[in-house]
């Protein structure tokens, strides 16, 4: 369907990631997969998701695709950059997250795509070496590189618009600076090869500066800087971040809203993790844990208030510790126990031991990220895109206001932008009219 709201999506849509390892590798496979109907593309809202439409008496539910343009799977090409030289395909069969079964059918279109040369500092991410970097004068001159990849990208692959998704490596903690203020100040640091401007961030400033709506899918700073959220709001670029939730967070937003609707109390969370992918090993390193850490620690202190709630969150320990072991590979194993307690101080324990796979739960996201990114920017909205929250483990939001880590309640979120864009009317879920209740100024609103 079309909305008088949103541009059509017509012609190729180009998605591009930074980062060609596990989790962008998955997401291009299975997209390749679902394209011969070989596979279906689970998790993915924007291929699978239904939206209800008007009152509840209507009966009127849509498939999100169906209700608004979206770029179709066939229109879909795939591009990025890395610093091994390995194509899609050999990059998945080393990444070890997908079968062979899975990946022969689509070998063909997998080798066909070959990272471009990578922006990279082994001062952001240590673990890691390899071969396909680029040189140039100074940072700057690097951006201007990618900006001419994308470009070039463009063109060769025909594509009418480009979005791009950060799937590279977890780079090291960084506080905003001086130089992250204005994009004046910015781009000077660029020229003047400053040691606090990450790669990360020459990839935003590129896509930005080439009017190619941005996801951050790592916990670093970029798209978060001052600078580059002013330069998005001012090229009207949509750019949504940061940090891809799933596995433990995800049933941390899960679990922990429920149990404070509840006003169950919390005295402890102890969350541990093993892993044994390439995302694992450059954990190990502090400096990039310590991004880690920050964006999973925020999510309970946002979502349980425990300045408002003192007797029951104002004493909560909180640990998060992520270890590298290699025989897991991809299959990450996450332990969470969390020490509550209720009615007259009684404490009670709850154990989670979830046995996911990180990239097969990341892939979807990817998609649903482009897509709906594509889809704002059809719609010209541009700067942070909040109603995205669902997919973050730290959302970003406009500065001063505080970010929403209920899942519940980011995905209303999400539908109401949805419905917003499709003009329909919004839900707020009252729903005292159908019991012939007044709703006063509610009732403009759907329940
Ligand atoms: N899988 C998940 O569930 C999940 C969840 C949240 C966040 N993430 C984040 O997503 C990112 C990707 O995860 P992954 O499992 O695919 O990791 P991965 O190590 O398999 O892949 C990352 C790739 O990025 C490349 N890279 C590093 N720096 C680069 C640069 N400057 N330019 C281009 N390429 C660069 C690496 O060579 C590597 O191939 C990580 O930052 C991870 O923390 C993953």
Known sequence: MQSPNVKP???????????????????????????KGLTKPIGSLTEMGYIRLGKRTEKR??????????????DIVFGGWDIYSDNAF????????????????IKEELSKIKPMSAVFDPAFVKNISGPNIK??????????????????????NNCERIVMVWCGSTEAHLLPGAEHQTIEAFEAALKANSP???????????AIMEGVPYANGAPNLSVELPCL????EDRGVPIAGSD?????????????????????????????????????????????FKSKEVSKLGVLETVLEPEKYPDLYGDLHHLVKINYYRPRGDNKEGWDNI??????????????????????????IVLDLAQFLDLASRSGFKGVQEWLSFYLKSPLTKPGLKPEHDLQIQKLKLENTLRYLGREELINHLGLTYYGYDEGDASKIGN
């Open 9 to 35: 999506a017509t012609g190729r849509l180009g998605i591009l990631t930074p980062g060609m390892g596990a989790v962008s590798t998955t997401f291009m496979a299975g997209v390749l997969s679902a394209k």
């Open 244 to 288: 891809f939730k799933t596995g433990q967070t995800l049933m941390k937003t899960i679990v922990a809203p429920g149990l404070k609707a509840r006003l169950l109390g919390i005295s402890g969370w102890y969350s541990t993790n093993i892993l044994g992918n390439r995302d694992g090993e450059v954990l190990q390193d502090p400096d990039s």
């Open 196 to 206: 606090n401007i990450a790669p990360s961030m020459m990839y935003t400033y590129a």
């Open 339 to 364: 020490d509550i307690f209720g009615w007259m101080g009684y404490p009670m324990q709850i154990k989670i031991n979830f046995l996911c796979r990180d990239s097969i739960l990341a892939a979807p």
């Open 61 to 74: 539910q849509s498939l999100i695709r169906e209700f608004l343009p979206f770029a179709r799977l066939e």
């Open 229 to 232: 959220m002013k330069l998005a």
């Open 90 to 105: 050999e990059a998945a069969s080393k990444a070890k997250v997908l079968e062979r079964d899975h990946l022969e059918p």
């Open 135 to 156: 040189k140039g004068k100074n940072k700057f001159d690097l951006a201007e590189q990618l900006r001419q990849d994308i470009r070039d990208f463009k063109k060769n």
